[in-house]
C-alpha cells in the first residue's frame, strides 16, 4: 500500500513538500520502482518523475529543474520536493508504484492522493 | 518528445453499446502503452499493460489493441460502473506521457 502525506497548503514562491509511505513491499527491492504523478483541478494526469532502488532520478523536463525526488529507505518512504511553486501547481499529488521486471506493469498500485492547494 | 493523442475527449453510449477509444503516438512506442481508469475522487486503475494484456481482476468486457504508434481500448457491453475518464500512457522511456483523457458517459 501506498500512503501520501502532504501540508495541504503552500504560499507561492516557496517549496512542495509530499512523502509516498510504502507498506508490504522494500524501496531496496530492484524489482520496482515508484513514481510521482498529479492532476490539476479540472486536467488530466501528469507525469512528475521516477525514482529508483539505487536513488537514480528521471524527471519531467516540463517542471524545469524545480521537481527532486528522493529516498529515505529506513523509513521506506520517497519523497517530491517542488521549488518555486505557484497557483499551477495546485493538484493532487499521487504516489504510485511500476512492477520493473521481464515484464514492466507500469503504475500498478496507487496512493489515495494528496491535495496541495498553492496560495 | 513523444505526444500522445487520444480520441474522443469525450463520448456518450447506451448501456451494453461497444466503445473504442484510440490513442494515436508521435512516434513508434512498441507496445509501451498502458489504459488507465479514473472515477471521479477515486484513484487510476490499471486496466490494460503492452497495449493488449489485461491486468489482473479487470473484467474481460476491456480489450486493447494495437503496435507502433496506433492503438485502441474497446469496452464491450458498456456497464453503468464504466462511467469514469479513460487515459493512455506511454512507458517506452522518458518522458512517461499521458494521454488527454476521454470521459464516457451513459446515454
Known amino acids: 500500500q501506498l500512503q501520501e502525506s502532504g501540508p495541504g497548503r503552500v504560499n507561492p514562491s516557496e517549496t512542495l513538500a509530499v512523502t509516498c509511505s510504502v507498506s508490504?513491499?522494500?524501496?531496496?527491492?530492484?524489482?520496482?520502482?515508484w513514481s510521482w504523478i498529479r492532476q490539476s483541478p479540472g486536467k488530466g494526469l501528469e507525469w512528475i518523475g521516477n525514482?529508483?532502488?539505487?536513488?537514480?532520478?528521471d524527471y519531467n523536463a516540463s517542471l524545469q529543474s524545480r521537481a527532486t525526488i528522493s529516498l529515505d529507505t529506513s523509513k521506506n518512504e520517497f519523497s517530491l520536493s517542488l521549488t518555486s511553486v505557484t497557483v499551477a501547481d495546485t493538484a493532487v499529488y499521487f504516489c504510485?508504484?511500476?512492477?520493473?521486471?521481464?515484464?514492466?506493469?507500469?503504475?500498478?498500485?496507487w496512493g489515495q492522493g494528496t491535495l496541495v492547494t498553492v496560495s | 518528445d513523444i505526444q500522445l493523442t487520444q480520441s474522443p475527449s469525450s463520448l456518450s453510449a447506451s448501456l451494453g453499446a461497444r466503445v473504442t477509444i484510440t490513442c494515436r503516438a508521435s512516434?513508434?512506442?512498441?507496445?509501451?502503452l498502458a489504459w488507465y481508469q479514473h472515477k471521479p475522487g477515486k484513484v487510476p486503475k490499471i486496466l490494460i499493460y503492452?497495449?493488449?494484456t489485461r491486468q489482473s481482476g479487470v473484467p474481460s468486457r476491456f480489450s486493447g489493441g494495437g503496435f507502433g504508434t496506433d492503438f485502441t481500448l474497446t469496452i464491450n457491453s458498456l456497464q453503468p460502473e464504466d462511467v469514469a475518464t479513460y487515459y493512455c500512457?506511454?512507458?517506452?522511456?522518458?518522458?512517461?506521457?499521458f494521454g488527454q483523457g476521454t470521459k464516457v458517459e451513459i446515454k
Open positions: 508490504g513491499g522494500s524501496l531496496r527491492s530492484s524489482s520496482y520502482f
Open positions: 504510485a508504484r511500476t512492477i520493473d521486471a521481464y515484464v514492466m506493469v507500469p503504475l500498478d498500485i
Open positions: 503492452t497495449a493488449s
Open positions: 525514482v529508483y532502488y539505487n536513488g537514480r532520478t
Open positions: 512516434q513508434d512506442i512498441s507496445t509501451y
Open positions: 500512457l506511454k512507458y517506452d522511456g522518458v518522458p512517461r506521457t
